[in-house]
């Protein structure tokens, strides 16, 4: 049987500060598999990104409890949090988050500044990282000069660079044509046979059933589709 990687146990998530409460999500619970292929969908203001940023321990739940590799999280010490986002999970976003005057090469690199270990090393791991999404002959390239399809495939490298194996992806293709769209995905599919985790959070039916298993929020409350 597969070990679960992530354990959501009935976890609820409020915003305050406007006229009145905005509940996020209600009492959601499910577990997430190593080497899982999981979509979330669901329209906007349905609670997967404050879902995303639970697992991506970027937010804490107010009520309930998330559990990484078995260890509760809700009361973990930021710098703790920390350590584990570094060394364990990598985030993709719908914009690509590149800088605009680095190298595809350089900006993998940003993905292990907080790594004690060489230039040299760094410089290694991240061709190796763009040369698994296959950028091996765009490393010295400026975002400008690459496709939407080859930054987010630079912002997945970065996303990986170092050995994570737990992938977030926020809506990922929002910005990119279709054949784009079906590439990255593509891209993910082949991480995902390699070992890795990947959660999606998507809108579009069409690139959720590149995943596994599918789930869907509304109105802060996870059901199965």
Not at 8 to 36: F, I, K, M, N, Q
Not at 45 to 55: P, Q
Not at 93 to 100: G, P, R, S, V, Y
Not at 137 to 150: A, F, Y
């Given at each position: 049987?597969p070990?679960?990687?992530?354990?959501?146990e009935?976890?609820g998530?409020?915003?305050?500060g406007?006229?009145?409460?905005?509940?996020a999500?209600?009492?959601?619970?499910?577990?997430?598999?190593?080497?899982?292929?999981?979509?979330?969908?669901?329209?906007?203001?349905?609670?997967k990104?404050?879902?995303?940023?639970?697992l991506?321990l970027?937010d804490?739940?107010?009520t309930?409890?998330y559990?990484?590799?078995?260890?509760?999280?809700?009361?973990l010490?930021?710098?703790?949090?920390?350590?584990?986002?570094?060394?364990?999970?990598?985030?993709?976003f719908?914009?690509?988050n590149?800088?605009?005057?680095?190298t595809?090469l350089?900006?993998?690199?940003?993905?292990?500044?907080?790594?004690?270990?060489?230039?040299?090393?760094r410089?290694?791991?991240?061709?190796?990282?763009?040369?698994?999404?296959?950028?091996?002959?765009?490393?010295?390239?400026?975002?400008?000069?690459?496709?939407?399809g080859?930054?987010?495939?630079?912002?997945?490298?970065?996303?990986?660079?170092?050995g994570?194996?737990l992938?977030?992806c926020?809506?990922?293709?929002?910005?990119?044509?279709s054949?784009s769209?079906?590439?990255v995905?593509?891209v993910?599919?082949?991480?995902?046979?390699?070992?890795?985790?990947?959660?999606?959070?998507?809108?579009n039916?069409?690139?959720?059933?590149?995943?596994?298993?599918?789930?869907?929020?509304?109105?802060g409350?996870?059901e199965?589709?």
């Amino acid at each position: 049987m597969p070990d679960s990687l992530l354990q959501v146990e009935d976890v609820g998530r409020t915003y305050h500060g406007g006229v009145r409460p905005v509940p996020a999500l209600r009492g959601v619970s499910l577990e997430v598999d190593d080497g899982e292929f999981l979509a979330l969908t669901g329209p906007s203001g349905s609670g997967k990104t404050t879902l995303l940023n639970i697992l991506g321990l970027l937010d804490r739940p107010d009520t309930g409890e998330y559990l990484f590799r078995g260890c509760a999280t809700s009361a973990l010490p930021e710098r703790r949090r920390a350590v584990l986002r570094g060394s364990s999970i990598g985030f993709v976003f719908q914009a690509f988050n590149l800088l605009a005057d680095r190298t595809a090469l350089e900006n993998v690199e940003l993905g292990l500044r907080y790594r004690r270990m060489s230039a040299s090393r760094r410089r290694d791991e991240a061709a190796a990282a763009l040369t698994k999404v296959g950028l091996e002959d765009r490393l010295r390239h400026l975002p400008r000069e690459l496709s939407g399809g080859e930054q987010q495939r630079v912002a997945i490298a970065r996303a990986i660079v170092g050995g994570r194996t737990l992938l977030l992806c926020d809506e990922p293709t929002g910005n990119l044509d279709s054949a784009s769209a079906h590439q990255v995905l593509g891209v993910l599919t082949g991480l995902n046979d390699e070992g890795a985790t990947v959660v999606l959070v998507t809108h579009n039916d069409e690139m959720a059933r590149y995943a596994t298993r599918v789930l869907a929020l509304r109105d802060g409350y996870l059901e199965t589709t």
